[in-house]
């Protein structure tokens, strides 16, 4: 439908069934569906929905205002979403642009009600503005609902991710808050009535479900990754890895224990002519060695290469070792582990691939 602020504005075809379906609900409502009912039903559909792409094109003025490039903004059969360049976010941009959209519709609201104070409107017009005024103060109190995939949500990730300087610890917390919202809206759309001796009206019902199924889901789906995630952020290369010490292609078998037994650890790390690793061998294989041939044996006989390049560092944490893994999963098993210049351990690609899943 065009584009705002270099972004391409995209109307779902949902959209034009929510419009229709709203039009029919507001003129029904009224008590019959005329020409005349389903005509202001249709004024109300398009304010709502012109609300929502205000509150859109807010995130996508926010998001701009971060030196954000903004991809799409989009209209949906249940609202609609802002498409913006994502990469080095922070809580403040996170944050202000999701807090944005609402505050748009808090503006909108305070100038339909201001528009109804100075000119005392009446008739279709009036209706009109007073809803426009109603709806959006509306929208904004449900978007800042403390709760992905709420506005909210994404506000109280991003508080939380600032104060615990985790962002997928923040999302945790907000996606938790988006399922209790939607409970909550179900006991109190449901539950309410039925307590207070009445019965729940069928509209109440289906527009619990509805909200619910949209809910539920998206905060479910963001608990569980964010849950995985932080799982693997407590992943390093550091707590995999096994002690080694590294000895020069030079060493016997028995100069070689005898250095592993000194260091205390349980890996060998074979260093070559230009002290770079070229073999690795654990403890148990030298010792297969007869005692009696370890002075004289040399380390080929019981070294399994090792790929120049299969290194990493020990401070090595998941954002480095998924890349790494993809690099080097079938061309070796085990990466060398260095704390600066000094050979520390040996990780098994096997461990970093449990530990990640």
């Excluded at 409502?29 to 398009?46: D, F, P, Q």
């Amino acid at each position: 439908m065009g584009r705002v602020l270099g972004a391409q504005v995209i109307i779902q075809p949902g959209t034009l069934v929510m419009i229709a379906l709203l039009a029919y609900f507001f003129a029904s409502a009224s008590g019959e569906t005329t020409v005349r009912t389903l005509s202001i039903g249709a004024l109300l559909a398009l304010a709502l929905v012109g609300s929502v792409l205000l509150h859109e094109i807010a995130h996508a003025i926010a998001a701009r205002s971060f030196g954000r490039a903004v991809k799409e903004v989009v209209l949906t059969l249940w609202g609609g979403h802002t498409s913006f360049e994502s990469t080095e976010m922070t809580p403040t941009v996170n944050g202000v642009t999701a807090a944005a959209g609402p505050a748009m519709n808090l503006v909108i609201a305070g100038a339909a009600s201001a528009t109804m104070a100075w000119t005392g409107l009446g008739g279709v017009g009036g209706t009109v503005v007073s809803y426009v005024a109603w709806a959006n103060v509306l929208l904004a109190v449900f978007n800042l609902l403390p709760g992905i995939p709420m506005d909210g949500g994404r506000v109280l990730e991003s508080i939380v991710w600032a104060i615990t300087r985790s962002r997928h610890r923040g999302t945790v917390v907000a996606a938790w808050g988006g399922r209790v919202v939607a409970v909550a809206v179900v006991v109190y759309s449901i539950a309410g009535p039925l307590l207070g001796g009445g019965r729940p009206s069928l509209t109440s019902v289906i527009v619990a479900v509805v909200v619910f199924s949209i809910l539920w889901p998206a905060a479910s789906s963001a608990l569980a990754f964010s849950s995985t995630m932080l799982r693997r952020d407590g992943v390093s290369a550091a707590g995999l890895m096994r002690g080694a010490v590294a000895v020069p292609y030079t060493y016997s078998v028995q100069e070689a224990l005898g250095a592993a037994a000194t260091a205390g650890v349980e890996e060998i790390v074979v260093l070559g002519a230009d002290d770079a690793p070229a073999g690795r061998f654990p403890i148990e294989q030298a010792q297969a060695v007869p005692e009696s041939a370890r002075p004289t044996t040399s380390l080929q006989s019981v070294t399994t290469p090792v790929p120049r390049g299969s290194e990493i560092p020990a401070g090595a944490v998941s954002d480095v070792m998924i890349p790494a893994l993809r690099e080097w999963w079938g061309k070796t098993d085990v990466w060398v582990v260095r704390d600066g210049e000094a050979v520390v351990g040996i990780v098994r690609l096997v461990d970093v691939l449990a530990a990640l899943k």
